[in-house]
């Protein structure tokens, strides 16, 4: 390989919360290990991966420049964009116009909340739920209704539609919050998928707000459908939101972008953002991005899926094969895996909510599955060096699962 995914990293007083915030004592971060065992770092949504070189070279190339006074937005920033989206993902129609920043998806989704919903509202989502949607949409004011996905056969998750529907319909809803490729199940969408939910929403006039800022990560050569390209009414009425963040590693450097075609709907949106004063760009982090979103960035990016491919397969075939009484979708982007142990804890007479401490005190710092709105499931990442890994899952056999 070109680039670098098998060092094993230092991160220990590095600004890493994945280390140096375990046991926090907020219920959120796993407990530390038991003396005699390290940490492997399987829960925070980030990587035990440099980012990518030419991320850090944009950087330095800007920092060199010793000015960080008030500045816009270059016209190469919007056009890495706009050439990102036309090279990975296939879409040809976004102008600058389209383009605003957000600090983070979560701000994005609460601004695009802000302008389409009142407070007290019920908001759809899927259920397993990504946390940050609880804790945003809590927070401010807005009600989720959560409608499971389900396991088909073949073991894929689904949406419900007719579930959907019905909770639409019962309680009045009129935004939806959509996670594409989805967290913490690993779907991605097939093109059936997403214009049979578009056409569920446009029946019943639901707004959309698309989380697709895992949409660069697709595993075994899966295809992400950009949720706007699936209808002429899901274009003109979904919010998408997208950062290099996930895709480089950057969370830290903070800066996230939405895509909205309807000018009625990004107007308002871009107007309810600004109202904080404080959804304002790193000069750095946008350097960092135009960095990213060239030709080395997707040669690494390719390089990045196929490792992460290895891991997800890895840790699916093993819990497949080994764990009795675990259930694990292989997931088709992401880098998170959602393994339901319930059956396994009921067996051994063990509860949902000691479960995951299990492996917290042998260093397997897996997250627990309450937290999405799943209980006796927990969500592996498995976004690090690919020994790391197979050492994660010695000790599960070893120490939990004792096979």
Not at 56 to 78: L, S, V
Not at 126 to 149: D, I, K, Q, R, W
Not at 177 to 190: D, L
Not at 258 to 270: A, E, F, G, M, Q
Request: a negative charge; one cysteine or more.
């Amino acid at each position: 390989m070109r680039f670098d995914f098998t060092t094993i990293p230092d991160r220990h007083n590095h600004d890493a919360i994945a280390i140096d915030g375990l046991g926090d004592g907020t219920g959120f971060a796993p407990a530390a290990p038991k003396e005699g065992f390290d940490s492997i770092p399987l829960w925070v949504a980030d990587m035990s991966f440099a980012t990518a070189p030419s991320v850090t070279r944009a950087m330095h190339e800007r920092i060199d420049h010793p000015f960080f006074g008030y500045y816009e937005e270059t016209d190469a920033y919007y056009q890495a964009i706009i050439d990102w989206h036309r090279t990975r993902k296939g879409v040809d129609d976004i102008s600058r116009d389209c383009i605003g920043y957000e600090n983070g998806v979560l701000g994005g989704v609460v601004s695009a909340l802000n302008v389409l919903c009142s407070k007290g509202d019920n908001v759809l989502v899927h259920s397993p739920t990504y946390v940050g949607f609880t804790g945003a949409c809590e927070n401010n004011g807005y009600h989720l209704v959560h409608s499971p996905l389900a396991l088909d056969e073949g073991g894929v998750w689904r949406m419900d539609f007719e579930d959907m529907e019905r909770r639409i319909v019962d309680n009045k809803i009129h935004c939806a919050i959509f996670c594409s490729p989805h967290n913490p199940c690993g779907r991605v969408w097939e093109r059936w998928e997403l214009e049979k939910a578009m056409e569920v929403f446009e029946r019943h006039d639901v707004w959309v707000i698309s989380d697709e800022i895992w949409s660069d990560i697709l595993l075994n050569g899966n295809k992400h459908i950009p949720t706007q390209q699936t209808s002429e009414w899901a274009r003109e009425h979904t919010v998408a939101l997208y950062a290099p963040s996930k895709t480089f590693n950057l969370a830290g450097l903070i800066g996230s972008y939405h895509v909205i075609h309807n000018p009625w709907l990004r107007d308002r949106v871009r107007k309810e953002s600004s109202l904080s004063h404080y959804n304002a760009q790193n000069v750095v982090s946008m350097h960092a991005l135009t960095g990213a979103y060239g030709d080395e960035g997707a040669a690494w990016t390719d390089e990045l899926c196929q490792v992460l491919s290895d891991n997800a397969n890895y840790a699916y075939e093993h819990i497949r094969d080994t764990y009795e009484g675990v259930q694990c979708s292989r997931p088709e982007g992401t880098y998170v895996l959602l393994a339901d142990c319930r059956e396994w804890c009921d067996s051994h007479d063990v509860s949902y909510q000691d479960f995951p401490r299990l492996g917290w005190d042998v260093g397997v710092t897996w997250h627990d599955g309450r937290l999405f709105e799943c209980p006796g499931f927990v969500r592996i990442a498995v976004s690090v060096p690919h020994a790391q890994v197979v050492d994660a899952f010695d000790r599960l056999d070893r120490y939990v699962f004792k096979v």
